[in-house]
């Protein structure tokens, strides 16, 4: 195939800049905004500070309790993110990679899963949590973050494996390794890329996630950030800086983690186009 024209290129550049613009203006003016004090914010929403006030975020932090709050959010996205994605490596690697009685069976209700609307569940899970004791736990989050999200980290995964050629496998049968040994030291190795991927969309994911965590807990101790965040914004309606202030600390963690993996999501993308 021939390369495209120079006019193509250019035209899909603009566009992609146009819908990027598009999406980082309300993000850069959250964080400009968030240094402003509440006089300069109502006169003149749309400039620069006049004056910085970086104790927007120390007062934010500290009357919002986010100390609590991010401790919280942390702890339930690490550990439903770690499940999520071991469960989902070892799933796909056992349907990509072998072929035992029930395997559509059981790639159909993987794919089942992606279709049925997790929140139309809540209150299936909410009376099944409260039978078996784990209702206003943070366990009780964790187990449904993972129910919920393993449908995707499976689809990914699979088409990912399924690429691998299988003398992989019989070089390493040969050389005397074990069907988890040949996971362990190959196959999860050369899915980084992939894992990256669904890394990313798993933590953004439960990171973000309002409905569950209303649901399923009550006590304000054990509450995530985007119900701390909705309690804050509820009560100092009348401090829009410090609402600012607080959004840009919870959209932190996503962008840290976005940078930390996205050398391995661009190689994942480069390598799919070039199998492409």
Same mark, same amino acid.
């Given at each position: 195939?021939?390369?495209?024209?120079? &006019?193509?290129?250019?035209?899909?550049?603009?566009?992609?800049?146009?819908?990027?613009?598009?999406?980082?203006?309300?993000?850069? &003016?959250?964080?400009?905004?968030?240094?402003?004090?509440?006089?300069? =914010?109502?006169?003149?929403?749309?400039?620069?500070?006049?004056? &910085?006030?970086? /104790?927007? =975020?120390?007062?934010?932090?500290?009357?919002?309790?986010?100390?609590?709050?991010? &401790?919280?959010?942390?702890?339930?996205?690490?550990?439903?993110?770690?499940?999520?994605?071991?469960?989902?490596?070892?799933? /796909?690697?056992?349907?990509?990679?072998?072929?035992?009685?029930?395997?559509?069976?059981?790639?159909?209700?993987?794919?089942?899963?992606?279709?049925?609307?997790?929140?139309?569940?809540?209150?299936?899970?909410?009376?099944?949590?409260?039978?078996?004791?784990?209702?206003?736990?943070?366990? /009780?989050?964790?187990?449904? =973050?993972?129910?919920?999200?393993? /449908?995707?980290?499976?689809?990914?995964?699979?088409?990912?494996?399924?690429?691998?050629?299988?003398?992989?496998?019989?070089?390493?049968?040969?050389?005397?390794?074990?069907?988890?040994?040949?996971?362990?030291?190959?196959?999860?190795?050369?899915?980084?890329?992939?894992?990256?991927?669904?890394?990313?969309?798993?933590?953004?994911?439960?990171?973000?996630?309002?409905?569950?965590?209303?649901?399923?807990?009550?006590?304000?101790?054990?509450?995530?950030?985007?119900?701390?965040?909705?309690?804050?914004?509820?009560?100092?309606?009348?401090?829009?800086?410090?609402?600012?202030?607080?959004?840009?600390?919870?959209?932190?963690?996503?962008?840290?983690?976005?940078?930390?993996?996205?050398?391995?999501?661009?190689?994942?993308?480069?390598?799919?186009?070039?199998?492409?």
């Amino acid at each position: 195939m021939g390369k495209a024209p120079v &006019w193509k290129k250019s035209l899909i550049y603009a566009f992609l800049s146009i819908i990027g613009v598009f999406n980082i203006m309300p993000i850069l &003016w959250m964080l400009m905004n968030s240094f402003k004090s509440e006089q300069d =914010y109502s006169k003149h929403p749309l400039t620069w500070p006049k004056a &910085w006030f970086f /104790s927007n =975020y120390m007062e934010a932090w500290k009357v919002a309790k986010l100390g609590v709050y991010f &401790w919280n959010s942390i702890f339930v996205t690490a550990v439903a993110v770690v499940a999520t994605v071991l469960l989902g490596a070892l799933a /796909s690697y056992f349907l990509s990679r072998f072929i035992f009685k029930g395997q559509k069976l059981v790639s159909g209700i993987f794919l089942l899963g992606m279709v049925i609307p997790i929140h139309a569940t809540i209150i299936p899970t909410f009376i099944t949590m409260n039978k078996i004791g784990l209702l206003n736990t943070h366990l /009780s989050l964790i187990l449904a =973050y993972v129910a919920f999200h393993l /449908s995707l980290t499976v689809y990914i995964l699979v088409g990912f494996m399924k690429s691998y050629p299988k003398d992989i496998e019989e070089s390493a049968i040969m050389d005397g390794s074990g069907v988890y040994r040949i996971f362990w030291s190959i196959i999860l190795p050369m899915t980084r890329p992939a894992l990256a991927t669904v890394v990313i969309l798993n933590f953004i994911y439960n990171w973000n996630e309002y409905l569950f965590a209303l649901v399923l807990i009550n006590d304000s101790a054990l509450k995530t950030l985007p119900l701390g965040l909705s309690n804050f914004a509820s009560k100092e309606t009348t401090s829009y800086t410090l609402q600012m202030a607080a959004l840009g600390m919870a959209l932190l963690p996503i962008l840290t983690v976005y940078l930390a993996l996205e050398k391995q999501l661009v190689q994942g993308m480069t390598v799919g186009a070039v199998k492409g």
